[in-house]
């Protein structure tokens, strides 16, 4: 037992002091220890690494550091490690979704919108052209100046509506957006989800798989896009 003990010891001690490094490194950015969670990636001696700005990936002695995609080729298909992590990101915020429902839901996909991005509001103009594909859509927040913006503060009010969804529609028609009597912070959570994704700009859709496309794409292209990846 006591060399059990001491086995577990030093593996902890080994982990404690590979997990030192990564955060050294990361403290050089700027960030706080408090910002970051470290976890096992895929990749043999590689770290995942979840902060404020979105995930990092870093060598476990902390001296390389990469963001973005990184795809396992060894299957038939390409596949982003970074989409699983998405989809945990994505679940926890997920109840607070504005939700269009399509009538024969076949999909499902999340997109962070600003009611002030001209992209935005065409992806809202053509609503009912994805509900007709089957694309249900589920509407998170991302004011693209800050959730400390006046647009944030806006989009705090509406999430904080009673009815949100009419609140969201009379948003996106230009109307004047009234004060919620009280604000929950809804859309800084949301707002903070996004960065982490690595979302900077307007529409941001996440499709079912976890994965992240930027820009708007019409229903027609997009129902392609899930047909293709649920067909492989």
């Known amino acids: 037992m006591k060399k059990l003990g001491l086995a577990l010891a030093l593996i ?3 982990v404690l002091a590979s997990n030192a490094d990564i955060t050294k490194t990361l403290n050089k950015l700027g960030y706080d220890n408090k910002e970051l969670k470290i976890t096992n990636s ?3 001696g590689l770290k995942s690494v979840s902060t404020p700005d979105g995930i ?3 060598t476990e002695d902390g001296k390389y550091l990469t963001q973005g995609s990184i795809y396992n080729v060894q299957g038939d ?4 490690i970074a989409n699983s992590n998405n989809l945990k990101l994505m679940q ?4 607070d979704a504005i939700v269009y429902k399509a009538p024969n839901e076949r999909y499902v996909i999340s ?5 002030t991005c001209h992209y935005c509001k065409l992806l809202h103009e053509n609503i009912d052209k ?8 589920h509407y998170f927040a991302f004011p693209r100046a800050g959730d400390k913006s006046d647009v944030g503060k806006n989009m705090q009010s509406i999430w904080s509506m009673k009815d949100r969804k009419a609140a969201f529609e009379n948003a996106y028609k230009g109307n004047k957006i009234s004060p919620a009597s009280s604000m929950i912070p809804y859309v800084t959570q949301q707002f903070n989800v996004g960065k982490r994704l690595g979302i900077s700009g307007t529409p941001a859709i996440i499709l079912p798989n976890g994965e992240l496309v930027s820009g708007y794409v019409p229903a027609d292209k997009l129902l392609e896009v899930l047909d293709k990846k ?3």
Request: hydrophobic share 35%; aromatic share 16%; no cysteine.
């Open 77 to 80: 298909n390409l596949e982003n």
């Open 111 to 115: 997109v962070f919108t600003d009611y």
């Open 230 to 232: 649920t067909s492989k």
């Open 56 to 58: 990092f990936y870093v």
């Open 42 to 44: 895929p990749i043999k």
């Open 12 to 14: 902890s001690t080994s």
């Open 92 to 95: 926890t915020i997920a109840k």
């Open 130 to 137: 994805y509900l007709e594909a089957g694309i249900s859509v």
